[in-house]
């Protein structure tokens, strides 16, 4: 009742504070921040090329109009005080923040020195209290819901340095929080520091891009960073910190955010990772490419960790996943997966139904289904970096294709398929003798790696009438389209 009820009264004070701040002049809010009597601005760092999904997503869950940030992998919305909840269960987004200002040309100065002051100044011209308000209400709201979950959420935990250049992406595996469509990673410790009353621990992260800069990333934190210091009287700590301010540089843009989340949302769903284990937010946006429908079977006959199905079981539970691969190890670590987010909504007192998904071990080229009897196959095939070779994916392409589009029912079927191996790919798809039709290819970065996602669509073929080759699908030409 206490948490529910601080939750409500901070919703409240923030209102107030949106109402009041209406009034307010520019100057007095503190240069050109966003309008707060139209609500807050949510930012959100997405797989990159997977920022229209998220903007689809947000539309239809929030009902919030998403625009998509000049840099990649950026989108952002405006919401409601009384929206805040809804945010925290988008799927597509990796990181989100609450926007304190955003500048679309700010005049960065040619040398260093002035431009450092300036950042310097900014520290105390901005309108820092919405966006601290929202901030608060979210630390009151993951308090609830770790209550609610039986008190077992996460502690903030070290995140390495003060600032990175580019991406922002941790890559080392770490268990985390189960499904949860509540949750958000977060912990309580901001809540509880700031009842105490103690000085609050902060620290800057600038991410940057863009080759005109006269300083680096690392500048702009300390400096930025050494002003808010003084600006709040806060306390700089590099890793056990309670709040997050961002300074997001591209180019001639400039955002200055507050973190929401304390850890990225992509591990969510898994706790026994393997060597090339796909963050779910990525799995996300697959999965959503297809549409998955009432009473479809989904499959994933390349599954290592079970990433695809375990997302897919959780978010759409009316649709049926098989999971599948040719590695002990893949199965054992999908089958734990699951059980341990079964056993955690147990424990939890969930009263959802289990994952409506199966598991088993064999080999994608001679799939143990059924000619036509699958709706949507959706799979990261091996990019033959990390795993298999590029010299073993002129052989298991093809025959996955051709073994795919038997299962896939004729004219509905769909696939959804993720590569980095994008030119034995195109090789393998021109030779499938027209049994699929490629609707189109989303471009996305994985680890660093500039992959594809192909959606294609099964045709109304009959598997084993076509002919092989290319002698009824596409050209050669059609290959260098692909890549
Ligand atoms: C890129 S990994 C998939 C990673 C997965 N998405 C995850 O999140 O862990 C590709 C998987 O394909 C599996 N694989 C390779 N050849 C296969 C085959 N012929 N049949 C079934 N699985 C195969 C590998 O064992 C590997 O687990």
Redesign the pocket.
């Known amino acids: 009742f206490i948490y529910a009820h601080s939750w409500v009264k901070q919703r409240h004070a923030l209102i107030r504070i949106l109402r009041s701040e209406v009034h307010m002049s520019t100057e007095e809010r503190g240069g050109s921040g966003p309008d707060p009597g139209a609500g807050v601005t949510i930012g959100a760092t997405v797989p990159t090329g997977f920022e229209p999904t998220a903007a689809e997503e947000v539309g239809e869950k929030i009902g919030a109009e998403a625009r998509i940030g000049k840099d990649r992998g950026r989108i952002y919305f405006r919401i409601g005080a009384d929206k805040l909840p809804l945010v925290h269960r988008l799927r597509s987004v990796d990181n989100l923040f609450v926007v304190v200002a955003e500048y679309n040309n700010y005049q960065f100065k040619e040398s260093k020195e002035e431009t450092l002051l300036d950042l310097q100044k900014l520290a105390s011209q901005l309108p820092w209290t919405i966006a601290l308000e929202v901030w608060k209400m979210n630390n009151a709201l993951k308090k609830k819901r770790g209550r609610r979950r039986g008190g077992n959420s996460s502690v903030l935990t070290p995140k390495g340095d003060v600032s990175k250049e580019g991406d922002t992406e941790a890559d080392s595996p770490r268990p985390e929080d189960e499904e949860g469509r509540d949750e958000d990673g977060g912990g309580c410790a901001p809540a509880e520091r700031d009842a105490a009353d103690k000085p609050l621990k902060f620290r800057v992260t600038c991410n940057r891009a863009g080759d005109k800069h006269s300083f680096t990333s690392n500048d702009a934190a300390r400096d930025f960073g050494g002003a808010v210091q003084e600006f709040f009287q806060w306390k700089a700590d590099m890793t056990k910190f309670d709040i997050e301010v961002l300074l997001n540089i591209h180019n001639q843009e400039l955002v200055v955010g507050i973190a929401l989340t304390e850890e990225s949302l992509h591990r969510r769903n898994i706790t026994h990772f393997?060597p090339?284990?796909?963050r779910s937010t990525l799995a996300y946006g697959m999965l959503r490419l297809c549409r998955p429908q009432i009473s479809d079977v989904i499959v994933d006959?390349?599954?290592?960790?079970?990433?695809?199905p375990v997302e897919g079981a959780i978010e759409w539970q009316q649709s049926f996943f098989i999971a599948?691969?040719?590695?002990d190890m893949?199965v054992n670590r999908t089958v734990n997966n699951t059980n341990h987010i079964l056993k955690r909504r147990q424990e939890g007192g969930s009263s959802a139904p289990g994952l409506r998904m199966d598991t088993a071990r064999?080999?994608?080229?001679r799939l143990p289904l059924r000619a036509s009897s699958v709706d949507i196959i959706v799979t990261?095939?091996?990019?033959g970096k990390r795993?298999?070779s590029r010299k073993k994916n002129w052989d298991?392409y093809p025959s996955c294709l051709r073994e795919m589009a038997r299962v896939c029912r004729p004219a509905t079927g769909k696939a959804v398929l993720l590569t980095q191996d994008k030119k034995c790919f195109a090789k393998a798809l021109s030779r499938m003798g027209g049994l699929w039709r490629r609707s189109h290819t989303v471009w996305v970065n994985v680890g660093g790696l500039h992959a594809a996602v192909y959606v294609l669509k099964r045709t109304g073929w009959v598997h084993g009438a076509a002919a092989e080759d290319g002698a009824e699908g596409r050209g050669e030409g059609e290959e260098e389209e692909l890549l």
């Open positions: 393997g090339t284990t796909l006959p390349m599954c290592g960790t079970g990433a695809i599948g691969d040719n590695n893949a064999w080999d994608l080229c990261d095939m091996p990019f795993m298999g298991l």
